[in-house]
């Protein structure tokens, strides 16, 4: 082989594993950011908390610290009467403990799996939080009415039982359920259950909205319900839907009056209105 050509290629190769070696890095730093923001998320959760008890797991498919941080902190904000939420567990207990340390509102979630609501409800009468909560458990069904997964699919649509009495005004709806694998765009049917059923000022909170099927069906309610989208970079990402122009992120949050946010815009913590940063690093206004 021509000595030129050789090199060449060795010189291919090495930049070729420079390359990887970067990517590695970068993917090695991002996943550690995320367990620090996970792991402050939770700290600053736990403070929040009132329980007795220990939460549930919040790894795998269970929502993750820093949505349930924010969960908390806007419903100790803003003060919700009606929360509606479809799927439970851990939200279910954090929302719920909110709503106590509020000393008003109420809480209706919608849970398909008995095994889940059962757990649910043990864990809200050991926290004595029962009397903030309507869990209403029952398999899913037919649903026969808008939607984006195709007629003719092969896992056709369902959605949980629509069992609404007693339900009106809902000022907050947060999306996570039923299994993104029940059908294609799962969660799609909540807006349209319940929109007759929500306040003027509702917002509609979608968990995992990093998937594909979820971002496509917070775009469609957008379009048909006259939302404003916006999506919060959250570990599993969140979608925020509202008609009120506002701040969802950290405008919404306790945030340190002397520091200049758009600085430290790139750390995590301050979409959770959260301040780490060293005081020689703080800019005075």
Same mark, same amino acid.
């Given at each position: 082989?021509?000595?030129?050509?050789?090199?060449?290629?060795?010189?291919?190769?090495?930049?070729?594993?420079?390359?990887?070696?970067?990517?590695?890095?970068?993917?090695?730093?991002?996943?550690?950011?995320?367990?620090?923001?996970?792991?402050?998320?939770?700290?600053?959760?736990?403070?929040?908390?009132?329980?007795?008890?220990?939460?549930?797991?919040?790894?795998?498919?269970?929502?993750?610290?820093?949505?349930?941080?924010? !969960?908390?902190? $806007?419903?100790?904000? +803003?003060?919700?009467? =009606?929360?509606? *939420?479809?799927? #439970?567990?851990?939200?279910?207990?954090?929302?719920?403990?909110?709503?106590?340390?509020?000393?008003?509102?109420?809480?209706?979630?919608?849970?398909?799996?008995?095994?889940?609501?059962?757990?649910?409800?043990?864990?809200?009468?050991?926290?004595?939080?029962?009397?903030?909560?309507?869990?209403?458990?029952?398999? !899913?069904?037919? $649903?026969?009415?808008? +939607?984006?997964?195709? =007629?003719?699919? *092969?896992?056709? #649509?369902?959605?949980?039982?629509?069992?609404?009495?007693?339900?009106?005004?809902?000022?907050?709806?947060?999306?996570?359920?039923?299994?993104?694998?029940?059908?294609?765009?799962?969660?799609?049917?909540?807006?349209?259950?319940?929109?007759?059923?929500?306040?003027?000022?509702?917002?509609?909170?979608?968990?995992?909205?990093?998937?594909?099927?979820?971002?496509?069906?917070?775009?469609?309610?957008? *379009?048909?319900?006259?939302?404003?989208?916006?999506?919060?970079?959250?570990?599993?990402?969140?979608?925020?839907?509202?008609?009120?122009?506002?701040?969802?992120?950290?405008?919404?949050?306790?945030?340190?009056?002397?520091?200049?946010?758009?600085?430290?815009?790139?750390?995590?913590?301050?979409?959770?209105?959260?301040?780490?940063?060293?005081?020689?690093?703080?800019?005075?206004?």
């Amino acid at each position: 082989m021509d000595h030129n050509i050789q090199e060449e290629l060795v010189k291919q190769v090495a930049n070729q594993v420079r390359k990887l070696n970067n990517l590695q890095e970068k993917n090695i730093k991002h996943q550690v950011d995320q367990i620090y923001t996970q792991l402050e998320s939770f700290f600053w959760l736990q403070r929040s908390l009132k329980l007795q008890g220990n939460l549930p797991p919040l790894r795998g498919w269970p929502v993750s610290p820093d949505f349930l941080l924010l !969960l908390h902190r $806007w419903i100790t904000k +803003h003060k919700p009467k =009606v929360i509606v *939420e479809t799927g #439970s567990g851990a939200s279910t207990l954090v929302i719920a403990d909110a709503l106590r340390q509020n000393n008003q509102g109420k809480l209706f979630s919608f849970e398909h799996l008995e095994k889940y609501g059962n757990q649910t409800w043990q864990t809200l009468v050991d926290e004595n939080l029962t009397g903030w909560v309507d869990l209403r458990v029952g398999e !899913l069904v037919d $649903w026969q009415h808008d +939607h984006l997964n195709p =007629v003719d699919a *092969e896992k056709k #649509s369902r959605w949980y039982l629509r069992d609404f009495e007693g339900i009106q005004q809902i000022e907050l709806l947060v999306v996570d359920g039923p299994p993104g694998g029940t059908c294609k765009y799962a969660r799609y049917p909540a807006v349209p259950a319940l929109h007759g059923r929500m306040s003027a000022g509702a917002e509609v909170w979608m968990d995992d909205a990093n998937r594909q099927d979820e971002i496509d069906v917070c775009e469609r309610w957008a *379009e048909l319900y006259g939302f404003d989208l916006e999506f919060i970079p959250l570990e599993k990402g969140l979608a925020c839907l509202k008609r009120a122009k506002q701040e969802v992120s950290a405008s919404t949050l306790p945030v340190a009056a002397s520091v200049d946010t758009n600085t430290y815009s790139d750390y995590d913590e301050w979409h959770l209105g959260l301040d780490f940063s060293l005081p020689e690093d703080r800019q005075t206004s």
